[in-house]
């Protein structure tokens, strides 16, 4: 399975912020959408990703003052990304090795979604218990 039979089901919509915008804006946008992160874009390109970790980090080490810097200051640059062709477990992968919970998905510079552990692991865990279920449909019928 594919990163695209996630989209396919969760939607497309993301929610983004501009890399000039405060970092107290994308404070107000997550708590806002009960979100963990943002795709940070400039002219239409995913140039990183701020999350819930990045303000923390900043906050910690440079006081409340970073709540007036742009969010180009803050975020983690460049964001990986992946294409919605990739696997489920390749994405997986890539979020454990990387120590990340957010992978924007990207294909020729346009933002097409956003999938979080959380989508993946639940993709997954659906696709386990469909696999089960069959195989007890397959050996009660024997």
Known sequence: MTISSILAHKGSEVVTIAADATVMQAIDLLAEKR???LPVVDRGEVVGIMSERDVIYCLRSDGPQVLDWPVSRVMTAPAVTITRDISVLAALSQITRRRIRHLPVVEEGRLLGLV??????KFR?????????????YITQA
Do not use: T
């Open 35 to 37: 979100i963990g992160a």
């Open 116 to 121: 979080s552990i959380g989508d993946l692991v």
């Open 125 to 137: 865990m659906d696709r386990i218990q469909e696999e089960a279920e069959a195989m007890r449909a």
